[in-house]
């Protein structure tokens, strides 16, 4: 059974920096595919960024590219999300999810393609 357990929210002025962690335990790590989901209040879960199982290759959307980093270190079954210069409506609960892949190099943006997912983390962007 997989299980995932996000940490590193919390508060954090505008412009600063926060670095969310997703650990993974039960099954082994380099065979699922990550991403990084968030939900504010009032509003659907929506996509932030994904990584492929090598970590070669990343996807974010529009709305983080290039202030949010994704990385994963596979010999600690580790993901994170370096946050930069964030913004207020970055608030919100922040999850990770994880999907058993075949490829090495697929990424996935859709929350319906994720078999397993954490219990979230909270951000809060403060202006």
């Known amino acids: 059974q997989v299980q995932l357990v996000e940490s590193g929210g919390g508060l954090v002025q505008a412009g600063g920096s926060l670095r969310l962690s997703c650990a993974l335990s039960?099954?082994?790590?380099?065979?699922?595919?990550m991403g990084w989901f968030r939900q504010a209040s009032g509003k659907e879960r929506e996509f932030v960024a994904a990584?492929?199982?090598?970590?070669?290759?990343?996807n974010y959307a529009r709305s983080v590219k290039g202030r949010f980093t994704i990385s994963r270190d596979n010999a600690k079954n580790t993901m994170y999300l370096q946050m930069n210069s964030v913004k207020p409506e970055d608030t919100a609960d922040y999850y990770c999810?994880?999907?058993?892949?075949?490829?090495?190099?697929?990424?996935?943006?859709?929350?319906?393609?994720?078999?397993?997912w954490g219990r979230g983390t909270q951000v809060t962007v403060s202006s």
């Open positions: 039960g099954r082994t790590f380099t065979f699922y595919a």
């Open positions: 990584i492929s199982r090598s970590g070669g290759s990343t």
């Open positions: 999810a994880a999907e058993l892949s075949t490829s090495s190099g697929n990424t996935y943006y859709s929350a319906r393609e994720y078999d397993y």
